[in-house]
């Protein structure tokens, strides 16, 4: 469903004249001053959908491989989340603190937190890791 948000823009018929040309986006321009939502459900839709099927497909070749029991499959996917979490919160807690954040950047306290919880996060990986092992 395309909502078009062409009644928030003003309209400079009055200020103008009568005899300016429609705007572009009534002459069926495609540019930029197409709707926002009209754009974002074009441009989105093919590429969500495209990667829901790879997503599928990923899913049906996994478990075609591995044909014995999916709750072996469940408890390693799982087991593999918890080893990528440490790379995850790091990179998270990298780029929170970068300058292209600007105001959002993570202050001193954000920044306790996110510490505490990366500590959390590689205790437990650590904690799995060695469980695997013996």
Do not use: K, Y
């Not at 029991?69 to 918890?82: D, E, F, H, N, Y």
């Not at 590689?122 to 092992?133: D, E, F, G, H, W």
Request: net charge positive.
């Amino acid at each position: 469903m395309v909502i078009p948000l062409d009644s928030c823009r003003p309209d400079h018929s009055t200020t103008r004249g009568a005899h300016r040309a429609a705007p572009r986006h009534e002459r069926g321009h495609r540019g930029p001053h197409r709707p926002l939502l009209e754009v974002a459900a074009e441009e989105l839709e093919p590429r969500s959908s495209d990667l829901s099927g790879v997503i599928l497909l990923w899913g049906i070749a996994i478990t075609l491989a591995f044909q014995s029991s999916p709750v072996g499959l469940i408890i390693t996917a799982q087991a593999l989340t918890v080893l990528v979490a440490p790379l995850l919160g790091a990179l998270l807690l990298i780029m929170s603190n970068r300058r292209f954040m600007r105001d959002l950047r993570n202050r001193w306290w954000h920044n306790l937190f996110a510490v505490t919880g990366f500590v959390a996060i590689c205790a437990t990986s650590v904690r799995l890791i060695s469980s695997l092992l013996g």
